[in-house]
């Protein structure tokens, strides 16, 4: 009897040391992020895609029009969180124009109402940031109706995001880009140049602005 009490004591000591052990496994330590990742939005209407010439630490977006549109020139305000950089290109600006506005002085190009050439327009490329570095303000426009609306569909300028290791993100952190305001000019703007009682000063200096809606990708640290 007594060897059974011992072995039974024994049993219940295993039993309650077993019982203050906490085995769950550590959790896996946290892995910092070394670049970025991003998925473009759905094709069609206004959109940021990722460029081929994209690295996991220097994202270049270009930015696409709607399909079977023109237009002359599109700006934005996108804004981050600010655990990215907005990055400059090589020209120093934070815009790089792919040529498919006219946009200053481009000989050349044929005056849509008579036939000559167009050797210089009212025109305007613009980028910068401000709030600390987190808005991101772009802008591309040909505002003269002599010059022919371009194609939208098609890459019309880039922006880049740079990745900021100084952020310590953990890999797999959803990163917010937000379009705060974007506007373009439309292919008609002002009088019509093939109205014969329209007034030609108006062909270069009145156009219309309107809202448009520019959708933006899933952007993640690596």
């Not at 009490?5 to 049993?11: E, F, G, K």
């Not at 460029?51 to 930015?63: G, M």
Request: contains cysteine.
């Amino acid at each position: 009897m007594s060897c059974a009490r011992n072995t039974l004591a024994i049993a219940i000591a295993g039993l309650l040391a077993g019982c203050g052990h906490d085995s769950t496994p550590a959790p896996a330590p946290v892995r910092a992020a070394v670049g970025l990742d991003y998925t473009d939005p759905d094709p069609g209407g206004w959109r940021l895609v990722r460029n081929p010439s994209s690295t996991v630490t220097h994202l270049v977006l270009d930015l696409i029009g709607p399909d079977g549109e023109k237009g002359r020139g599109v700006a934005f305000n996108l804004r981050s969180d600010g655990t990215v950089k907005f990055a400059k290109f090589a020209n120093g600006s934070y815009i790089n124009d792919l040529g498919v506005f006219q946009l200053g002085e481009k000989r050349g190009v044929l005056n849509v109402v008579d036939g000559t050439r167009v050797t210089n327009d009212v025109g305007a490329i613009v980028g910068g940031v401000k709030d600390g570095g987190r808005v991101l303000t772009v802008g591309a426009f040909q505002k003269d109706r002599r010059w022919p609306a371009q194609p939208l569909d098609q890459p019309l300028y880039q922006v880049a995001i740079d990745f900021d290791r100084g952020q310590a993100l953990p890999t797999g952190t959803a990163i917010p880009l937000t379009f705060v305001k974007a506007r373009s000019i439309p292919e008609n703007i002002g009088d019509n140049p093939d109205d014969t009682e329209a007034n030609p000063v108006t062909w270069a200096y009145q156009y219309r602005i309107d809202d448009v809606r520019i959708a933006v990708g899933k952007l993640v640290a690596l």
